[in-house]
């Protein structure tokens, strides 16, 4: 951008959107072999440029809708169509429903047949432990945020028990939930939790998404990484051998739980996973507390942290993504920073990043501010003394008596209807009508509480012309109690 001698230099937004969506540079394509490919979605949400983004950033809504409306005056997309029974089988994506809900259902069937040893009951929790620590730990905060490094064993690992939860590549996965954090609660939010529980837990899967609201993230970082591009080139050979094959053969060889191996610790532990995972989305923005900020749908609860090993106190996580922990207390349940940490003690993980307490402190009461001054807002404390009219003392002293009058630092307050409710009791009350109380209510006669500043403010009326004026009689009070100390 161009600029003169007497400009500074602004930033080009568009460059920007180019930086953040990956699209200033040439990335590899990296394409998943064969069916692979299409159990994660479409391309369609990804063809979008910093140009178009930084349009629909920059213009008004209303600009954007009307924009729309014309592009798709003529032909709607089939998720703008109205769900009848002529659109439901193009509205669905039969493919990821037959994967996330098809399958199960034939899985919980087969159980009912089939009673698997107690060793296969193990090894599908133990299964399911390594899926969802390699979602958690791997996919989310090692690939999506960054949040640390790890040694190829542990990546390979990760990559091939994070296929086994079938919830797609970790390029994939990282893509889509790096824009869920860009755009966290707008159109453009793969799992948009303002479209409510079921859609932001399964219902964004299950149905075509619309081209018009895709986005990108740069995920150069993810495609230069080797471990991701085999995983994700391979996907389905990785996914079948992670979710079905292997506890097939690990039950069948050695305890001869052949069908036991394939739907417990296959079928039930690939479902009971996702079901966890899903949560992060659903749940997680649906139920608890908001310590760090209440904009955006994230909240924190302990009952979502453990059904997602950890990942429950997501207002915190949408504030500092980049932080291996989630938890911060110790008492937190958060195993995926325990898996993590230990992993740096052995020498497998290292740069494991943290925002700093000061940070953290100040997002807490920042929040705590703003619900302190909702709730200040709701109650009254009494007219500010700038609104306030100005009266002479002349006309404090003709209407005084007959009005129940006093002046405390420069205010005129009326006190009528208080005199039978003081706690020091009328006559001493009375005894100030008409008349400049303001030692008398600093601490000559009464060293007042907090209350009694408080319901004196409610009962302002004018300040006294040429007078000092202090509207803070709490403060006054004070300094003329620190005054008397040293007199």
Aim: hydrophobic letters at 40%; a positive charge.
């Amino acid at each position: 951008m161009a600029t003169t001698t007497d400009q500074l230099e602004t930033v080009e937004i568009t460059k920007l959107n180019a930086i953040a969506a990956g699209t200033n540079k040439k990335v590899p394509r990296i394409v998943a072999a064969g069916l692979g490919g299409k159990l994660m979605g479409t391309s369609d949400l990804v063809k979008v440029t910093a140009e178009e983004i930084t349009q629909d950033s920059l213009e008004s809504l209303a600009e954007k809708d009307a924009r729309e409306a014309a592009k798709y005056a003529n032909k709607k997309h089939i998720s703008e169509e109205p769900w009848t029974l002529e659109t439901f089988f193009k509205k669905i994506n039969w493919l990821n429903l037959v994967l996330v809900l098809g399958v199960p259902v034939v899985g919980l069937y087969s159980a009912s047949s089939i009673t698997p040893q107690l060793k296969t009951m193990v090894l599908a929790f133990v299964l399911y432990v390594f899926s969802g620590a390699s979602i958690t730990a791997g996919y989310h905060r090692l690939w999506a945020h960054k949040s640390y490094d790890a040694a190829l064993p542990v990546r390979i690992f990760f990559a091939f028990f994070g296929a086994g939860s079938i919830e797609g590549s970790i390029k994939w996965w990282g893509h889509s939930h790096r824009v869920h954090h860009r755009y966290t609660d707008t159109p453009r939010d793969p799992y948009d939790a303002r479209r409510g529980f079921w859609y932001s837990h399964m219902g964004w899967m299950l149905e075509k998404a619309n081209p018009k609201n895709r986005a990108r993230a740069d995920i150069s970082d993810l495609v230069a990484d080797k471990v991701v591009v085999f995983q994700h080139k391979h996907y389905l050979l990785l996914m079948i051998l992670s979710a079905y094959v292997t506890p097939t053969l690990i039950a069948g060889y050695f305890w001869g739980d052949w069908w036991g191996g394939y739907v417990y610790a296959g079928i039930l532990k690939s479902f009971f996973i996702q079901q966890a995972t899903f949560c992060v989305n659903s749940l997680a923005h649906w139920i608890g507390t908001q310590p760090f900020d209440d904009r955006r749908t994230p909240r924190d609860h302990v009952l979502t942290a453990f059904v997602t090993f950890g990942e429950g106190y997501h207002n915190f996580h949408h504030e500092f993504p980049s932080d291996y922990r989630n938890a911060l207390k110790w008492y937190q349940y958060d195993p995926t920073k325990v898996i993590i940490y230990t992993l740096s003690k052995l020498g497998l993980a290292w740069n494991l990043k943290r925002f700093s307490q000061n940070a953290i402190e100040q997002g807490l009461l920042q929040q705590q501010q703003k619900k302190l001054d909702r709730q200040r807002q709701k109650l009254n404390w009494g007219s500010s003394v700038d609104e306030l009219p100005v009266w002479t003392r002349e006309e404090f002293n003709e209407r005084a008596k007959k009005e129940g009058l006093i002046i405390i630092s420069g205010i005129i307050h009326n006190v009528k209807h208080f005199i039978k409710e003081h706690p020091g009791g009328q006559a001493l009350i009375r005894a100030t009508l008409g008349k400049d109380a303001t030692d008398a209510f600093s601490g000559a006669v009464y060293r007042h509480s907090n209350a009694a500043h408080n319901i004196l403010a409610t009962m302002r009326v004018a300040v006294v012309k040429d007078v000092n004026v202090n509207a803070n009689t709490f403060d006054a009070q004070e300094q003329y109690m620190e005054k008397e100390k040293q007199n």
